[in-house]
Protein backbone atom coordinates (compact mmCIF):
# COMPACT_ATOMS: atom_id res chain seq x y z
CA UNK A 1 0.00 0.00 0.00
CA UNK A 2 2.89 2.35 0.78
CA UNK A 3 4.94 1.62 -1.92
CA UNK A 4 1.67 2.28 -4.43
CA UNK A 5 1.31 5.51 -2.89
CA UNK A 6 5.08 6.44 -2.89
CA UNK A 7 4.95 5.06 -6.92
CA UNK A 8 1.97 7.45 -7.43
CA UNK A 9 3.98 10.30 -5.82
CA UNK A 10 7.40 9.85 -8.30
CA UNK A 11 5.25 8.61 -10.78
CA UNK A 12 6.05 10.55 -14.36
CA UNK A 13 3.97 8.43 -16.36
CA UNK A 14 0.93 10.62 -17.78
CA UNK A 15 -2.37 9.74 -18.26
CA UNK A 16 -3.41 9.22 -21.88
CA UNK A 17 -4.83 12.63 -23.38
CA UNK A 18 -7.99 13.17 -23.97
CA UNK A 19 -8.91 13.65 -27.74
CA UNK A 20 -10.43 17.36 -27.74
CA UNK A 21 -10.93 20.45 -29.82
CA UNK A 22 -10.30 22.54 -26.80
CA UNK A 23 -6.72 23.83 -25.93
CA UNK A 24 -7.50 25.07 -21.90
CA UNK A 25 -10.79 23.81 -20.68
CA UNK A 26 -11.79 24.80 -17.02
CA UNK A 27 -15.04 23.44 -15.88
CA UNK A 28 -16.48 24.89 -12.74
CA UNK A 29 -13.12 25.83 -10.85
CA UNK A 30 -13.20 27.38 -7.57
CA UNK A 31 -10.12 28.01 -5.83
CA UNK A 32 -9.93 29.15 -1.92
CA UNK A 33 -7.05 30.47 -0.18
CA UNK A 34 -7.20 29.83 3.29
CA UNK A 35 -5.66 32.77 5.20
CA UNK A 36 -5.07 33.71 8.91
CA UNK A 37 -8.06 36.37 8.57
CA UNK A 38 -10.15 33.58 7.20
CA UNK A 39 -11.25 31.72 4.08
CA UNK A 40 -10.60 33.94 0.70
CA UNK A 41 -12.38 32.40 -2.71
CA UNK A 42 -10.38 34.12 -5.52
CA UNK A 43 -11.92 31.86 -8.12
CA UNK A 44 -15.36 31.29 -8.09
CA UNK A 45 -16.57 28.92 -10.17
CA UNK A 46 -15.20 29.90 -13.78
CA UNK A 47 -15.84 28.18 -16.80
CA UNK A 48 -13.55 28.64 -19.72
CA UNK A 49 -12.73 27.39 -23.31
CA UNK A 50 -9.66 28.29 -25.72
CA UNK A 51 -9.66 26.63 -28.99
CA UNK A 52 -6.04 25.82 -30.26
CA UNK A 53 -4.49 28.45 -32.10
CA UNK A 54 -6.63 31.37 -30.14
CA UNK A 55 -4.94 34.07 -28.71
CA UNK A 56 -6.78 35.98 -25.26
CA UNK A 57 -6.05 38.22 -23.44
CA UNK A 58 -7.33 38.11 -19.60
CA UNK A 59 -8.19 41.29 -18.08
CA UNK A 60 -9.46 42.23 -14.85
CA UNK A 61 -9.03 45.05 -11.76
CA UNK A 62 -5.93 43.86 -9.73
CA UNK A 63 -7.29 41.32 -7.50
CA UNK A 64 -9.71 40.12 -9.67
CA UNK A 65 -8.08 37.02 -10.18
CA UNK A 66 -6.39 36.80 -12.88
CA UNK A 67 -3.50 35.01 -11.81
CA UNK A 68 -4.96 32.69 -9.95
CA UNK A 69 -6.56 31.63 -13.07
CA UNK A 70 -3.95 30.94 -15.22
CA UNK A 71 -1.83 29.48 -12.26
CA UNK A 72 -4.59 27.00 -12.14
CA UNK A 73 -4.18 26.44 -16.29
CA UNK A 74 0.06 26.27 -15.89
CA UNK A 75 -0.19 23.67 -13.03
CA UNK A 76 1.44 26.07 -10.88
CA UNK A 77 -1.49 25.71 -8.52
CA UNK A 78 -4.01 23.32 -8.06
CA UNK A 79 -8.23 24.08 -7.78
CA UNK A 80 -9.75 23.89 -4.77
CA UNK A 81 -12.46 22.30 -7.00
CA UNK A 82 -13.22 21.90 -10.28
CA UNK A 83 -11.72 20.61 -12.99
CA UNK A 84 -8.25 21.78 -15.59
CA UNK A 85 -7.64 20.25 -18.52
CA UNK A 86 -4.64 21.17 -20.98
CA UNK A 87 -4.37 19.14 -24.28
CA UNK A 88 -6.71 16.94 -23.49
CA UNK A 89 -4.80 16.08 -20.08
CA UNK A 90 -6.35 16.23 -16.64
CA UNK A 91 -4.11 18.81 -15.20
CA UNK A 92 -6.00 18.90 -11.55
CA UNK A 93 -5.33 15.15 -11.43
CA UNK A 94 -2.02 14.62 -11.96
CA UNK A 95 0.90 14.30 -9.14
CA UNK A 96 3.56 17.16 -8.41
CA UNK A 97 6.18 15.02 -10.35
CA UNK A 98 3.63 14.57 -13.11
CA UNK A 99 3.13 18.03 -13.44
CA UNK A 100 6.40 19.35 -13.83
CA UNK A 101 7.17 16.93 -16.55
CA UNK A 102 3.87 17.59 -18.57
CA UNK A 103 4.51 21.91 -18.06
CA UNK A 104 8.00 21.31 -19.35
CA UNK A 105 6.58 19.63 -22.42
CA UNK A 106 3.19 21.32 -22.92
CA UNK A 107 3.43 25.17 -21.64
CA UNK A 108 5.50 27.80 -22.34
CA UNK A 109 5.39 30.26 -19.32
CA UNK A 110 6.48 34.53 -19.79
CA UNK A 111 6.55 36.04 -16.89
CA UNK A 112 6.98 39.90 -16.86
CA UNK A 113 10.26 40.05 -15.55
CA UNK A 114 11.97 37.93 -18.06
CA UNK A 115 13.31 35.40 -15.20
CA UNK A 116 15.88 34.66 -17.18
CA UNK A 117 19.22 32.82 -15.58
CA UNK A 118 21.95 35.85 -15.33
CA UNK A 119 24.81 33.72 -15.29
CA UNK A 120 24.24 32.15 -18.71
CA UNK A 121 24.26 33.62 -22.53
CA UNK A 122 20.96 33.97 -24.03
CA UNK A 123 21.83 30.83 -25.83
CA UNK A 124 21.89 28.90 -22.86
CA UNK A 125 18.61 30.73 -21.28
CA UNK A 126 16.67 28.86 -24.37
CA UNK A 127 18.55 25.61 -23.93
CA UNK A 128 17.82 25.07 -20.56
CA UNK A 129 13.58 24.18 -21.20
CA UNK A 130 15.48 21.16 -23.75
CA UNK A 131 18.12 19.91 -20.91
CA UNK A 132 15.81 19.64 -18.38
CA UNK A 133 13.17 18.02 -20.26
CA UNK A 134 15.69 16.02 -22.07
CA UNK A 135 14.16 17.49 -24.90
CA UNK A 136 15.59 16.82 -28.19
CA UNK A 137 19.52 15.32 -29.13
CA UNK A 138 22.06 17.11 -26.99
CA UNK A 139 24.05 18.05 -29.67
CA UNK A 140 21.18 19.46 -31.49
CA UNK A 141 19.96 21.95 -28.89
CA UNK A 142 21.92 24.59 -29.76
CA UNK A 143 21.26 24.60 -33.25
CA UNK A 144 17.33 25.06 -32.17
CA UNK A 145 17.89 27.55 -29.87
CA UNK A 146 19.81 29.32 -32.51
CA UNK A 147 16.56 29.46 -34.83
CA UNK A 148 14.28 30.14 -31.79
CA UNK A 149 16.61 33.32 -30.74
CA UNK A 150 16.45 33.90 -34.77
CA UNK A 151 12.13 33.81 -34.97
CA UNK A 152 11.82 35.90 -32.24
CA UNK A 153 14.40 38.58 -33.57
CA UNK A 154 17.28 38.41 -31.22
CA UNK A 155 19.63 36.01 -33.01
CA UNK A 156 22.81 38.36 -32.58
CA UNK A 157 22.45 38.35 -29.05
CA UNK A 158 22.96 35.04 -28.43
CA UNK A 159 26.68 34.68 -27.15
CA UNK A 160 25.88 37.46 -24.54
CA UNK A 161 24.45 37.38 -21.20
CA UNK A 162 20.56 39.22 -20.45
CA UNK A 163 21.98 42.00 -18.32
CA UNK A 164 23.44 43.16 -21.78
CA UNK A 165 20.12 43.41 -23.86
CA UNK A 166 17.35 45.59 -23.68
CA UNK A 167 13.90 44.75 -21.95
CA UNK A 168 12.29 44.21 -25.39
CA UNK A 169 14.96 41.99 -26.40
CA UNK A 170 14.86 40.09 -22.99
CA UNK A 171 11.27 39.23 -23.06
CA UNK A 172 12.18 38.04 -26.40
CA UNK A 173 14.99 35.63 -25.72
CA UNK A 174 12.48 34.81 -22.69
CA UNK A 175 9.24 33.87 -25.25
CA UNK A 176 12.51 32.06 -27.19
CA UNK A 177 12.87 29.97 -24.13
CA UNK A 178 9.09 29.53 -24.04
CA UNK A 179 9.19 27.67 -27.09
CA UNK A 180 12.50 25.86 -26.72
CA UNK A 181 10.41 22.58 -26.41
CA UNK A 182 7.59 23.07 -28.87
CA UNK A 183 4.95 23.47 -26.36
CA UNK A 184 1.21 23.55 -27.92
CA UNK A 185 0.46 26.46 -24.89
CA UNK A 186 2.11 29.52 -23.92
CA UNK A 187 1.02 31.34 -20.84
CA UNK A 188 1.92 35.23 -20.64
CA UNK A 189 1.23 36.90 -17.10
CA UNK A 190 1.84 40.44 -17.82
CA UNK A 191 4.65 40.04 -20.63
CA UNK A 192 4.62 43.59 -21.49
CA UNK A 193 4.40 45.29 -17.71
CA UNK A 194 7.67 45.99 -18.15
CA UNK A 195 8.26 47.23 -21.69
CA UNK A 196 7.59 51.39 -23.39
CA UNK A 197 4.04 50.89 -25.82
CA UNK A 198 6.50 50.27 -28.88
CA UNK A 199 8.04 47.27 -27.76
CA UNK A 200 4.97 45.71 -26.20
CA UNK A 201 3.25 46.37 -29.54
CA UNK A 202 5.78 44.61 -31.25
CA UNK A 203 5.60 41.62 -28.44
CA UNK A 204 1.99 41.39 -28.89
CA UNK A 205 2.14 41.33 -32.58
CA UNK A 206 4.72 38.40 -32.27
CA UNK A 207 2.60 36.53 -29.75
CA UNK A 208 -0.18 36.81 -32.66
CA UNK A 209 2.01 35.37 -35.42
CA UNK A 210 3.05 32.43 -33.24
CA UNK A 211 -1.11 32.42 -32.63
CA UNK A 212 -1.43 32.09 -36.62
CA UNK A 213 1.34 29.76 -36.73
CA UNK A 214 -0.94 26.86 -34.64
CA UNK A 215 0.17 28.23 -30.81
CA UNK A 216 -2.26 28.91 -28.21
CA UNK A 217 -1.81 31.86 -26.22
CA UNK A 218 -3.99 33.57 -22.93
CA UNK A 219 -1.91 36.11 -21.79
CA UNK A 220 -2.87 38.44 -18.63
CA UNK A 221 -2.65 42.13 -19.36
CA UNK A 222 -3.36 45.25 -17.06
CA UNK A 223 -3.43 47.00 -20.83
CA UNK A 224 -7.24 47.02 -22.91
CA UNK A 225 -5.31 48.78 -26.26
CA UNK A 226 -3.17 45.47 -25.71
CA UNK A 227 -6.06 43.04 -25.19
CA UNK A 228 -7.41 44.95 -28.50
CA UNK A 229 -4.79 42.97 -30.61
CA UNK A 230 -5.38 39.42 -29.31
CA UNK A 231 -8.09 37.38 -30.66
CA UNK A 232 -10.65 37.71 -27.42
CA UNK A 233 -10.87 39.51 -24.49
CA UNK A 234 -12.18 37.66 -21.34
CA UNK A 235 -12.79 39.94 -18.40
CA UNK A 236 -12.35 38.63 -14.97
CA UNK A 237 -14.33 40.39 -12.03
CA UNK A 238 -14.26 39.55 -7.91
CA UNK A 239 -13.05 35.86 -8.98
CA UNK A 240 -15.62 35.19 -12.16
CA UNK A 241 -15.45 35.81 -15.94
CA UNK A 242 -17.84 38.42 -16.38
CA UNK A 243 -17.87 38.57 -20.32
CA UNK A 244 -15.61 36.62 -22.97
CA UNK A 245 -15.61 38.77 -26.12
CA UNK A 246 -14.19 39.04 -29.90
CA UNK A 247 -11.22 41.64 -29.62
CA UNK A 248 -12.74 43.58 -32.45
CA UNK A 249 -11.87 46.96 -30.94
CA UNK A 250 -11.16 50.18 -33.12
CA UNK A 251 -8.23 51.28 -34.41
CA UNK A 252 -6.37 47.87 -34.13
CA UNK A 253 -5.68 45.55 -36.77
N1 LIG B 1 -1.43 32.74 -1.93
C1 LIG B 1 -2.47 33.53 -1.62
N2 LIG B 1 -2.99 33.53 -0.38
C2 LIG B 1 -4.05 34.29 -0.07
N3 LIG B 1 -4.68 35.11 -0.93
C3 LIG B 1 -4.21 35.16 -2.17
C4 LIG B 1 -3.09 34.38 -2.60
N4 LIG B 1 -2.84 34.63 -3.90
C5 LIG B 1 -3.77 35.54 -4.27
N5 LIG B 1 -4.58 35.85 -3.25
C6 LIG B 1 -5.72 36.77 -3.29
O1 LIG B 1 -6.60 36.33 -4.32
C7 LIG B 1 -7.12 37.44 -5.02
C8 LIG B 1 -6.79 37.30 -6.50
O2 LIG B 1 -5.39 37.43 -6.64
P1 LIG B 1 -4.71 37.40 -8.08
O3 LIG B 1 -3.23 37.57 -7.87
O4 LIG B 1 -5.16 36.22 -8.83
O5 LIG B 1 -5.33 38.71 -8.73
P2 LIG B 1 -4.89 39.47 -10.05
O6 LIG B 1 -6.15 39.81 -10.77
O7 LIG B 1 -3.88 38.68 -10.78
O8 LIG B 1 -4.24 40.78 -9.44
P3 LIG B 1 -3.04 41.70 -10.04
O9 LIG B 1 -3.58 42.29 -11.29
O10 LIG B 1 -2.85 42.72 -8.95
O11 LIG B 1 -1.85 40.81 -10.23
C9 LIG B 1 -6.53 38.70 -4.39
O12 LIG B 1 -7.45 39.21 -3.45
C10 LIG B 1 -5.30 38.18 -3.69
O13 LIG B 1 -4.99 38.96 -2.54
Given amino acids: MLAKWLSGLISTDLPQPRVTAAAVELVAVRKTYITEAGDFEALKGI ?10 AVVGKSGSG ?12 RPTD ?8 PVHMLTENQIAIWRGR ?3 VVFQFFQLIPTLTVLENVMLPMDFCG ?6 RPERARKLLD ?6 QAHKLPANLSGGQQQRVAIARSLANDPPLLVADEPTGNLDSR ?6 DLFKELAASGKTIVMVTHDN ?7 RIVTVYDGQIMTSQSAECDNYA
Fill in 106 to 108: TVG
Fill in 151 to 156: LVGVGE
Fill in 135 to 140: MYDRTK
Fill in 47 to 56: HLQVTAGEFV
Fill in 82 to 89: GEVWVAGM
Fill in 199 to 204: TATAVI
Fill in 225 to 231: DLACRSG
Fill in 66 to 77: KSTLINMITGID
